[in-house]
């Protein structure tokens, strides 16, 4: 599984599926797609809270700045700005 070109790291592997799916809905459903991503970063940092496992820092990293690209699509006023 990857997101944004970049392999899930065996240590926090159970993410995949959480990112699987918002990969699927992107188009569809953004929002959705942005809280997905969301769990799955956060799951991520239960998993490994000290970005031990090989990759993982720069997975989380990678996938934190996704998020912050997209969040202002996702506030109340960047939905209402996005729809119209």
């Known amino acids: 599984m990857s997101t944004d070109n970049e392999v899930v790291p065996s ?4 993410a995949s599926p959480i990112l699987r799916v918002a990969d699927e809905i992107e188009k569809e459903r953004p929002r959705v797609a ?9 799951k991520a940092h239960r998993l490994d809270p000290w970005s031990s496992g ?3 820092s720069q997975f989380r990293t990678s996938l934190q700045q996704r998020l912050e690209r997209v969040s202002h699509f996702h506030t109340p006023a960047g939905l209402f700005n ?3």
């Open 11 to 14: 240590a926090i592997a159970s």
């Open 34 to 42: 942005y809280l997905c991503r969301l769990y799955a970063l956060e």
């Open 54 to 56: 090989c990759g993982v």
């Open 82 to 84: 996005f729809v119209n």
